[in-house]
């Protein structure tokens, strides 16, 4: 089993900066695909970002690409997500969740980071 902790979201205005951590613990994260998802209420859970398990190849949801990034400490067992250039739209609840490869389902899910973006 893996357990993840989301922190770092908050009150933030347009343009400004944040940067989320995953806390992993249970089992090390550095076999597993990591990712961050997010939610507004009254939508579907968006796809934002994730990266591989030792290249660290990443990809990107269409809405954050060039704003977002995406990184792994499999040292401290913690994903960490960048977000600069921030909007309104970006505003949501913030999961962080992990699977042990790109043909499995995201089995592990934290209990999300809320960030809100103030125009």
């Known amino acids: 089993q893996v357990q993840l902790a989301e922190s770092g979201g908050g009150l933030v205005q347009a343009g400004g900066s944040l940067r989320l951590s995953c806390a992993a613990s249970g089992r090390t994260i550095s076999n597993h695909l990591m990712g961050w998802f997010r939610q507004s209420p009254g939508k579907e859970r968006e796809f934002v970002a994730a990266i591989t398990r030792s290249n660290g190849n990443t990809n990107y949801g269409d809405s954050v690409k060039g704003r977002f990034t995406i990184s792994r400490d499999n040292a401290k067992n913690t994903v960490y997500l960048q977000m600069n250039s921030l909007k309104p739209e970006d505003t949501a609840l913030y999961f962080c969740?992990?699977?042990?490869?790109?043909?499995?389902?995201?089995?592990?899910w934290g209990q999300g980071t809320q960030v809100t973006v103030s125009s």
């Open positions: 969740a992990a699977r042990v490869d790109s043909y499995s389902d995201w089995r592990y």
